[in-house]
């Protein structure tokens, strides 16, 4: 029986899925995105060209295979538009590749209205979300008052969106929250008209057909286990589930039709907007970190907090998802460092655990085992043969912490500066 393989983040983003997934793609026939919104940006670099997807699954550049963006992601028309014009003038034609899940909601421009209102009226206690109107949108979903994808296809279009605007321009006059939505709102209905140049489609059918006929699926997550709803550092998180479960809910894919999990993490930690983030470094090293790995949101430009690699947290991660191929991104960041140091537990008013908190909790310290620097360039390495003693002592010691093996190594943001062993 065929089984979808699966790729996530095990931190809080930002981890390279997007080139991994580019990697990975030719061996797969079909790349689905099963959750998140246009918040979430991969970032893939190759043959001298940058590129930033934002909804639209990252095995798009690999000529021919099939690509869906399934019913647990959340779809603005208009960013949608923009990201797919501009890979068409790159030479991407997507409409030949991508399909759109009927049971995707979309964002209106209202959600966007609705980010900004709930974000100003939280005060100092901003959860510090991009504005693009997810959380409203997963909100709706989840009250039963979302429009989807496939009411694009309705003779009752306009009185779906029109009930919603309504509803949603209730709240904000409740909120006392001014705005014009009249230019936005024009270019969203433009935009869904181009939306439906593409095949819009039963994406749970579709998908179980594929693994029926015996075709490859690779399932692609967005942001990070540690950004989940229900996992993640709650508050401070998104708004689905960016865990292995979520690709059961946002693709109609059953649990036993899961195959390899691969799990993504940065050689150290970094995090975006508000949050608890133990192994934090607010000294010139989190800088360095923030300097040299370009530490800055592929979306929002907003600067990454940096700091060392937490084990406890990706211990957590790995068992949430269970993990079975660990994927480990930018050790060449770390590459003149002198000591690099990874948290093997937490301290909690002078007890030690080594599980993730339900909570913030003040005073918690990290406690650290400390590393020999691997001084050298690891962008010159091709193969792990090649990798010096101190780094492979550092990748040695997360296998045998975690139980997980780390199969892949990035070295560099290029595909070929990518190391499987």
């Known amino acids: 029986m065929k089984k979808a393989d699966v790729i996530l983040g095990l931190q809080w983003g930002d981890e390279g899925k997007g080139k991994v997934v580019d990697v990975l793609t030719p061996r797969y026939e079909v790349v689905a995105r099963f959750q998140g919104g246009p918040n979430a940006g991969h970032t893939l670099e190759f043959g001298g060209e940058k590129y930033i997807l934002r909804s639209i699954p990252s095995g798009i550049f690999q000529g021919g295979k099939t690509n869906i963006i399934g019913n647990g992601v959340v779809l603005d028309a208009i960013l949608f538009r923009a990201e797919a014009e501009e890979l068409a003038k790159s030479g991407h034609d997507l409409t030949k590749q991508l399909c759109i899940s009927k049971k995707a909601h979309l964002i209106l421009p209202t959600h966007r209205m609705l980010d900004a209102a709930y974000e100003a009226a939280k005060g100092s206690a901003k959860i510090g979300t991009t504005g693009k109107g997810i959380g409203p949108t997963y909100t709706d979903k989840i009250s ?65 057909d594929c693994l029926n006929a015996g075709r490859s699926i690779l399932a692609e997550g967005a942001q990070g286990t540690l950004l989940d ?98 994927i480990m991104m930018k050790s060449d960041v770390m590459n003149d460092f002198d000591t690099i140091r990874i948290a093997t537990a937490y301290e909690i008013d002078g007890q030690r655990t080594t599980e993730f908190p339900y909570t913030v909790i003040d005073g918690l310290k990290p406690v650290y085992t400390d590393f020999e620097g691997w001084k050298c360039d690891l962008r010159d390495c091709r193969s792990y043969d090649e990798f010096p003693e101190a780094f492979k002592r550092y990748v040695d010691f997360i296998e045998q912490e975690t139980g997980v093996p780390v199969k892949i190594i990035s070295v560099g943001p290029d595909r070929d500066e990518t190391i499987e062993r």
């Open 144 to 208: 039963r008052n979302g429009m989807r994808v496939g009411d694009l296809l309705s003779p009752d279009f306009k009185t779906i969106y029109a009930k919603a605007k309504a509803r949603h321009e209730n709240i904000l006059r409740s909120l006392n929250y001014t705005y014009d939505i009249s230019a936005l709102e024009h270019q969203w209905f433009e935009a869904v008209e181009y939306l439906k140049r593409f095949r819009i489609i039963d994406s749970e059918y579709f998908v179980n």
């Open 229 to 326: 709803v229900d996992f993640g550092s709650y508050p401070f998180v998104t708004s689905s589930n960016t865990v292995c479960a979520g690709v059961c809910t946002g693709l109609g894919i059953a649990p036993n039709r899961i195959g390899e999990v691969y799990g993504i993490f940065k050689a150290y930690c970094t995090r975006v907007g508000s949050g608890p983030f133990p192994t934090e470094l607010f000294d010139e090293t989190g800088a360095e970190l923030r300097r040299i790995g370009h530490e800055f949101g592929a979306v929002t430009g907003r600067e990454r907090r940096c700091g060392w690699l937490d084990l406890v947290a990706l211990k957590y991660s790995i068992m949430i998802n269970g993990v079975t191929q660990l």
